[in-house]
């Protein structure tokens, strides 16, 4: 149980062009979702938290117009990329928090790779 | 300041020799430890949790222990094997959960 998916697994985009991720807990619901940054040989950089039904919360540094973050159910939450450069490649990871007995538990998805050319 | 401190940063032994990691944090008021592992190109993948009462949790080959007094916590690998070569990220969640630190991670390399 408690298996959140990411999709696409890998992008390669052209530079200027907008990148949809999808975060999905599988089976549980997900109050809270993460999403994350990870260049190469880096720990993960918290890029803002996502609240289904409410605005995001960004972290200081990430621009909120060009990452937009959509939480519109308990099971899934959105990472736009928009007009995206070839310094927006990097490794996404979403995270999702439970409900009720797994809220003290954070489970993280397989991650995404973007690559701009 | 809410902080995760992990050392090494790297490590590089042979297969089948024990390791230790270790994960120091100054996260207050303190709710769980968590211990990850990530493979390149792939998400982290928890490996154990454990909350203030606890001193020490199992899972398989790695040993947790926890002293919530001195704020440090180990990760104990045994009988190394080439699988285990990933990084091991400590991860501290405030009470209430309301945040999660990162530890920026120790990087285990297992040699034939």
């Known amino acids: 149980g408690a298996v959140v998916s990411q999709h696409p697994s890998w992008v390669i985009c052209k530079s200027g062009t907008s990148v949809k991720i999808e975060c999905r807990s599988l089976d549980f619901q997900a109050t809270t979702m993460f999403w994350y940054r990870q260049f190469p040989k880096q720990s993960l950089m918290l890029m803002a938290t996502?609240?289904?039904?409410?605005?995001?919360?960004?972290e200081q540094g990430v621009e909120k117009d060009k990452f937009l973050i959509n939480h519109a159910s308990l099971t899934l939450s959105t990472l736009t990329v928009t007009s995206a450069h070839p310094e927006d490649s990097s490794f996404y990871i979403c995270s999702a928090r439970g409900t009720g007995g797994l809220i003290n538990e954070q489970f993280f998805g397989p991650g995404t790779r973007l690559t701009v050319l | 300041k809410n902080q995760v401190e992990q050392s090494p940063q790297s490590l590089i032994i042979l297969e089948g020799k024990n390791c230790t990691l270790q994960c120091n944090y100054t996260v207050s008021p303190f709710s769980n430890l968590r211990w990850y592992k990530q493979d390149t190109g792939r998400g982290p993948v928890s490996l154990t949790i454990?909350?203030?009462?606890?001193n020490t949790k199992s899972n398989g080959r790695y040993t947790a222990t926890l002293d919530a007094d001195t704020k440090q916590s180990s990760l104990h690998i045994t009988a190394s094997q080439l699988s285990d070569s990933a990084s091991y990220i400590c991860?501290?969640?405030?009470?209430?959960?309301?945040?999660?630190?990162f530890g920026s991670g120790t990087k285990l390399n297992v040699k034939p």
């Open positions: 991860v501290v969640s405030e009470y209430n959960f309301n945040k999660f630190y």
């Open positions: 996502s609240n289904e039904g409410s605005k995001a919360t960004y």
């Open positions: 454990m909350t203030f009462s606890e």
